[in-house]
């Protein structure tokens, strides 16, 4: 069975962090981006971020660049986002997210797995 598995979401104050991370188990995610998308509120899910399998490159959606950054451990397993100087507005879940392929356009419109999310709270 095919698991993502989301962990350290939590309530952080106005230019606070957190640190999220997904842990992949059930399959090898060879040649998949990862990445995460968040929905807040009345709204709908939106992309955040993303990072190939094997070159690293990333993606990022305007409003988290130069606060977020997404990365991954050496196994290739677990994917991490780093968020810092964060605003009422990043209040979401987040959702860790996997998509076949290597291409950064494609994955921020949708992916193959999900996990269940994980709330993040910023008081302002």
């Known amino acids: 069975q095919v698991q993502l598995v989301e962990s350290g979401g939590g309530l952080v104050q106005t230019g606070g962090s957190l640190r999220l991370s997904c842990a992949a188990s059930?399959?090898?995610?060879?040649?998949?981006?990862k990445g995460w998308f968040r929905q807040a509120p009345g709204k709908e899910r939106e992309f955040v971020a993303a990072?190939?399998?094997?070159?690293?490159?990333?993606s990022y959606t305007d409003s988290v660049k130069g606060r977020f950054t997404i990365s991954r451990d050496n196994a290739k397993t677990t994917v991490f986002l780093q968020m810092n100087s964060l605003k009422p507005e990043d209040t979401a879940v987040y959702y860790c997210a996997a998509r076949s392929g290597s291409d950064l356009y494609t994955f921020s419109q949708g992916a193959d797995y999900w996990g269940q999310g994980t709330q993040v709270t910023v008081s302002s």
């Open positions: 990072i190939t399998w094997s070159v690293l490159r990333t």
């Open positions: 059930g399959r090898t995610f060879s040649g998949y981006t």
